[in-house]
């Protein structure tokens, strides 16, 4: 992705069990948002393990991402690397999306697929439809299986959480060109 970042970055914190989210209000607009789930306890009435705290690191961007590709719905895809078996995406929304959707991210070896992840932006810490103008999102998903990123075709797409239906890639005049991109 290529933001011109200021130097200043700001982390927040916020405890697992509370309404966390009428906190993002308090996050500076136009920054790189990345959530990430903190350390596990035990209470002696717990029947599993939960999560303590949530971890929100906010670092504010002076530049809108280049452009990777355009979906329907008002987001962007302006990010990929892929990284051992983890692709992790960026994610920019110019406008608020209408409604919360989920990533798939497909790995193929000659037209067959050999590894797949779906899930929901963000761990599913930050849905689509909380997303304000200008939030760059990090997206972070593991592929399993026997898959190498040199050999197979890896792509990323989106659909409605609610229906299932993909979300077209689209060109500037807004034609839909593709239901998912290449990202390798």
């Known amino acids: 992705m290529s933001c011109r970042r200021p130097a200043r970055a700001g982390a927040a914190l916020a405890l697992a069990h509370e309404d966390w989210r009428r906190d ?4 500076p607009r ?3 948002l990345e959530f990430r789930e903190g350390a596990l306890s035990k209470g002696d009435r717990d029947p599993e393990p939960i999560v303590t705290y949530l971890v929100i690191r906010a670092e504010p961007y002076s530049m809108v991402p280049t452009l990777i590709a355009q979906f329907r719905n008002r987001v962007h ?3 990929a690397q892929i990284e051992d078996n983890r692709i992790r995406l960026t994610w920019y929304t110019p406008q608020r999306p209408d409604t919360d959707y989920a990533v798939f991210v497909h790995a ?3 037209g067959v697929l050999v590894a797949q992840h779906d899930g929901d932006p963000a761990d599913g810490l ?3 439809s909380q997303w304000q103008p200008g939030d760059v999102v990090v997206d972070v998903h593991t592929l399993a299986g026997d898959w190498d990123a040199k050999r197979d075709q890896v792509t990323v797409g989106l ?4 229906t ?3 979300v077209p890639v ?3 005049a807004g034609h839909a060109i593709a239901d998912s991109v290449p990202v390798n």
């Open 24 to 27: 993002l209000a308090l996050l």
């Open 30 to 32: 136009q920054s790189v």
């Open 77 to 79: 895809l302006v990010g």
């Open 108 to 110: 193929r070896r000659d």
């Open 126 to 128: 930050y849905p689509t």
């Open 159 to 162: 659909y409605r959480r609610d």
């Open 164 to 166: 299932g239906e993909r």
């Open 170 to 172: 689209v060109d500037p």
